[in-house]
């Protein structure tokens, strides 16, 4: 016969001890794209309020030709800055986000690669022939591809303790991973009576 298991593989790859160290290290670049945004910013705004005052003076009915025409030929350049500025922050925007989202989508394959060796290696010297996904995730609701399982067979929790064996300072886990309950078992329904 075929021995089969179960893993609920998304708390496994949520509770692995990498996946939050890779979830902050995810969080410090961000953050550090957004200190460089702020900046680039407060240089747009700064940009702005020069080339409001400059064009103001250039406007200035008080003021010299002389004078006027200068301010004019800076606020221009003002402008001009202001424009390739913007252009940067845009820029800077878009490739921020494909960095992130290249650098998210690296550190997840690598921990899914991470699980599985782990779920081989185990699963081998279990004995099982199969290893089926039970998880579902809450926030993108699928049809699992477990539909029943009694639970005997699940390797969950014997995998997350694998996997956070090495785990140290804040990404230790407070407990060990806990076992799956065991689905209760529905009676069978009734056979229908032949008349």
């Given at each position: 016969p075929v021995k089969i298991a179960t893993?609920?593989?998304l708390k496994a790859f949520d509770s692995y001890w990498k996946t939050k160290l890779s979830n902050d290290q995810?969080?410090?670049?961000?953050?550090?794209?957004?200190k460089a945004r702020i900046g680039m910013i407060?240089?747009?705004n700064l940009l702005r309020e020069e080339y409001n005052r400059l064009n103001a003076s250039a406007q200035d009915p008080a003021n010299s030709d002389e004078k006027r025409s200068g301010d004019l030929k800076k606020a221009q350049e003002k402008l001009t800055e202001f424009k390739r500025l913007e252009q940067q922050v845009i820029d800077f925007n878009k490739n921020a986000q494909k960095t992130l989202g290249d650098q998210t989508r690296r550190l997840r394959k690598g921990r899914l690669e991470e699980i599985q060796e782990v779920i081989s290696a185990k699963a081998r010297?279990?004995?099982?022939d199969l290893v089926i996904d039970s998880s579902q995730d809450v926030l993108l609701p699928r049809t699992p591809t477990v539909l029943y399982t009694n639970g005997k067979n699940d390797i969950t929790?014997?995998?997350?303790?694998?996997?956070?064996?090495?785990a140290t300072g804040k990404y230790k886990p407070a407990e060990p991973a806990?076992?799956?309950?065991?689905?209760?078992?529905k009676p069978a329904a009734p056979a229908p009576i032949d008349q």
């Open positions: 893993i609920d593989l995810l969080k410090e670049r961000g953050a550090d794209f957004d407060d240089d747009l010297e279990l004995g099982y929790a014997v995998i997350i303790e694998l996997l956070n064996k090495d806990k076992p799956a309950e065991p689905a209760p078992e």
